[in-house]
């Protein structure tokens, strides 16, 4: 028998709604704008709930590294999401590291699961304390904002075909030179555990049933940002098998734009698919069949891998604009009752 192509492989698992543009109507999406812009002072660079406190350094094991993981476990914890942590220990260039994936699932029962996804620690810089506010302070906050933000709707959503699952890479950055090895350990870590093991949520929420496959074949798609809230922000179909799932994105996009809910353009479609290759946190599940819509700008901020990439860098329209986007595109896809 032939071995089955990537192509054969994703036309099995299939897309619950890759025509979801046009899911919500416009009283829907207006308010979801709404709602957005009440809750705008979540994100707030200086003083926001959400995104401020993530604002510091998060190197591995440093107290703002501790803070963010509780930051992440007690949100949403108490927006009902199951949380499994994946703990390992590594070799890294500094030696044997301790690290920490989190994974939240909301009704881990379900048979498929969407996944936002991020890094959360920052990058080893020999100048002094690097925060990483784009790289990747804005990326977890907006993924607890969209939680936080769709709790309500996302409560009611007690279909048992999809979920929404959380993601939070550990250890994405090199502690020296980028390479195949040093870098984006948590990611690897998890594919690899996934590829042959239920997540533990999933576990407890199937007990006593024999429905225990790899956490892997759940998972519809997964979407990775990275990169987000500098002024200069522009995203493409960096991912052939997902690009006609970013051209949704970028359809949904222009009707916010064209009802002047956001201020600009942020999906670049003139890129040609799967021309722009970024290595991140999708390799592993890339390398696992696994369909992934890649959220990272390019060019890169100006800022990348530097010390000015902190508050300064940050661009508050930006930040609102990219909110409402994926909160949008989280609420169409999953067909949540706005």
Sequence with gaps: MARATLQDKLRVRGFSNSNFADALNENQLARLEATATKQRSWLDIKDGEILSPILVPRQIGSPGYVATQNLIVTTLSELGYAISWDNFTTHTPIGETKMANIIATKNPSAAKRLVLAAHYESKILPDGEFIGATDSAVPVAMILDIAKGLADLIDQHTSSDISLQ?????????????????????????AEFWEHNPDP???????????????????????????????????????????????????????????????????????????????????????????VMHLISFPFPEAWHKMGDNAESLNATVIADMSLIMRSFVASYLRLHV
Excluded: C
């Excluded at 090199?174 to 998890?190: C, K, M, N, Q, V």
């Design 201 to 291: 949520a999933t576990v407890a929420a199937l007990a006593g049933t024999t429905e225990h496959r790899p956490e892997l074949e759940r998972v519809e798609l997964m979407v990775l940002m990275d990169l987000i809230g500098a002024s200069n922000n522009m995203f493409g179909a960096y991912q052939f098998p997902t690009a006609d799932l970013f051209m949704q994105l970028s359809r949904l996009e222009d009707r916010l734009l064209n009802a002047k809910y956001i201020s600009r353009k942020y999906m670049n479609t003139a890129i040609r698919p799967g021309s722009i290759g970024l290595d991140d946190d999708h390799r592993p599940f890339v390398q696992r069949d696994v369909p």
């Design 166 to 190: 959380l993601v939070f890479f550990d250890g994405e950055e090199a502690f020296e030179e980028w390479t195949p090895t040093d870098s984006i350990y948590g990611s690897r870590h998890l």
